[in-house]
């Protein structure tokens, strides 16, 4: 999150170009929204599954990062993208469209709001920046602003288990039957889990081309590492995780 949140700040500042970045985690993580309340999550469920915590610099819900491919893409107005949550969203999910499209899998923005809005979970939520297969949502998108610069980042979900998703979230038994009733998966809707170096390339080609880009891969700048160093304590949580 602190690496996402420095190259915003780096893009920011004229310092480096638009970027995308592909990543996965360690171990299974719940990021929650900048403005949600740790009490949302459930420590004994986090601690029994070996699962971290943290904060990230965009809003919205709870996501639980396991079996999934992360994105983050800063952008700005300079580079030509629209100014505004609604008209960036737009641009950045289409992107998204063509990324699906590139894995075989004919998702498409979400047309309607629907959904449990006193959840914490972002997956029994929809909104306009949503992707979904069908009638069930496959991912979610969070944006933050630094002046005329945009992060966006989200989760290109490969296998879940609703189960855990749900005693992570307090959902409960009508929790778990709405996230496997209404959400879907890339294994889901492929009938089979792509796997390196398949996906990868493929999310990549598929980006550039919904972005009209063509990307060449980078390492962190010196700047960029320093920045994310000092940024880092934002998005912890503590272990009693009611205090950032």
Known sequence: MAVDRAILEAHQAGDVLPTL?????????????RFQA???????TCAAGGIDLCRR???GRGVLHDDEVTYSIVAGVRDGLPRGV???YRTLCGALVEAYRELGVSAEL??????????GACYLHATDADLSLGAAKLSGSA?????????QHGSFVLSRDSAREASVFRLGVEGERALERDTSTIEAALGYRPQEPELTPRLVAGLASGLDAA????ML???ERAAAERLVDPFRIDEGMHKT
């Open 86 to 88: 609604s008209a960036s």
């Open 21 to 33: 970045r592909l990543y996965r985690w360690n171990r299974p993580t719940v990021s929650l929204g």
């Open 221 to 223: 700048s010196e700047p």
């Open 215 to 218: 990307f060449e891969p980078q």
């Open 143 to 151: 944006q933050v602003w630094s002046g005329s610069s945009c992060l």
């Open 38 to 44: 740790a009490e949302d999550v459930d420590p004994e």
């Open 57 to 59: 610099p965009t809003g």
């Open 110 to 119: 979400t047309a309607r709001r629907r959904g449990d809005r006193a959840s």
